[in-house]
């Protein structure tokens, strides 16, 4: 069978797929603050799960009021 082969020419989309890919990338806006930590390379998380025996983390990446409130405690947390 061919299931162990890799594919060496990518996949073929329509015109009509194409152009809706476009038009989604173009509406696409992320918030300063995020776009900020991307560029510095460091994303702010939160963890939420619970601890426990699994060794299994998982969380989100902060956004919005819940961003800010941190990058202000972070940046007391600097100064003091």
């Given at each position: 069978?061919?299931?162990?082969?890799?594919?060496?020419?990518?996949?073929?989309?329509?015109?009509?797929?194409?152009?809706?890919?476009?038009?989604?990338?173009?509406?696409?806006?992320l918030e300063p603050?995020?776009?900020?930590?991307?560029?510095?390379?460091?994303?702010?998380?939160?963890?939420?799960?619970?601890?426990?025996?699994?060794?299994c983390c998982d969380?989100?990446?902060?956004?919005?009021?819940?961003?800010?409130?941190?990058?202000?405690?972070?940046?007391?947390?600097?100064?003091?």
């Open positions: 069978g061919k299931e162990g082969e890799e594919k060496d020419e990518p996949e073929k989309k329509s015109r009509h797929v194409i152009a809706k890919l476009r038009a989604r990338a173009a509406k696409q806006k603050l995020i776009e900020d930590q991307f560029q510095s390379g460091r994303l702010l998380a939160a963890i939420a799960s619970r601890p426990g025996q699994s060794g969380g989100y990446i902060l956004e919005a009021e819940e961003l800010v409130f941190y990058k202000k405690k972070l940046e007391k947390k600097k100064k003091a």
